[in-house]
């Protein structure tokens, strides 16, 4: 997804947020919720940093685009350093 000019990836804690948020939005076919583990997260995100510029946690729908997802986005590289700090 694409948000001030630079690409970001949603997150979500829960599955069926992750399904309420496509099913609402109705992003299309190429988007589908996939269960990875906190270390395939990071795996992802670091092959990804180039592209992905920043991570949006838990969106609701029809907060895209919108000031909201600024509160609840991270920088790439700040979100995979958390991550990683917090398992250790």
Avoid: N
């Amino acid at each position: 997804m694409t948000h001030g000019g630079s690409e970001m990836l949603p997150v979500f804690s829960f599955r069926e947020e992750a399904e309420m948020y496509l099913r609402i939005e109705a992003l299309g076919g190429d988007w589908q919720v996939r269960e990875i583990s906190a270390g395939d997260l990071v795996s992802l995100l670091h092959e990804k940093c180039a592209i992905v510029r920043s991570v949006a946690l838990d969106l609701l729908p029809g907060t895209w685009g919108d000031k909201v997802v600024e509160l609840v986005a991270l920088d790439c590289e700040r979100f995979v350093s958390r991550v990683v700090r917090g398992r250790a």
